[in-house]
């Protein structure tokens, strides 16, 4: 499907089973192609191609704990000290952005406490700025390079 992201350079193999994968840089190694996966992908080398968004700082699909249960967040970029920067969450493209979506990245960011939350489903592209001191947040108008935000 044609999303509104840059083309990636996506490395893809069809497994023994006949199921497409796709090579991802970020766990290294081949994993299912799916269409959130399509989107993770893609807006992942976005991040890193276009914003500039160090590699080695984005851990992809690791597990959190959210009231006393396990979850998996989707992808989370960490500033150099380790500490969280910007948590992802991806649908996909037929996945509509909804409330309940925005819900479900604020819960995993009760534990993560990033500053930045950005949500896409590769059609509409979100990115809001956390304020924990006045608890409100803002909606940026775009992504910002990385530099602007570990500024």
């Known amino acids: 499907m044609q ?3 840059p083309d990636a350079s996506l490395r893809h193999r069809t497994n023994e089973t006949g199921s497409l994968e796709v090579y991802d840089v970020f766990r290294k190694k081949y994993v299912r192609f799916t269409p959130e996966e399509q989107v993770r992908q893609q807006f992942l080398h976005f991040l890193t191609i ?3 968004f160090p590699l080695s700082h984005i851990s992809v699909e ?3 704990w959210v009231n006393r249960m396990p979850r998996r967040f989707d992808a989370v970029v960490f500033r150099p000290d380790g500490s969280p920067l910007v ?3 991806f649908k996909a493209p ?3 952005l909804t409330q309940a979506v925005f819900d479900q990245i604020a819960a995993y960011n009760f534990v993560l406490k990033a500053d930045y939350l950005m949500v ?3 059609l509409a592209h979100y990115c809001c ?3 924990y001191e006045n608890h409100r947040y803002s909606f940026l108008e775009t992504i910002p390079d990385f530099g602007v935000l570990d500024a």
């Open 3 to 5: 999303l509104n992201l």
């Open 50 to 52: 276009e914003k500039r």
């Open 62 to 64: 690791r597990r959190l």
């Open 87 to 89: 948590l992802l969450e």
């Open 94 to 96: 037929s996945v509509k």
């Open 120 to 122: 896409s489903n590769g």
């Open 129 to 131: 700025r956390m304020d």
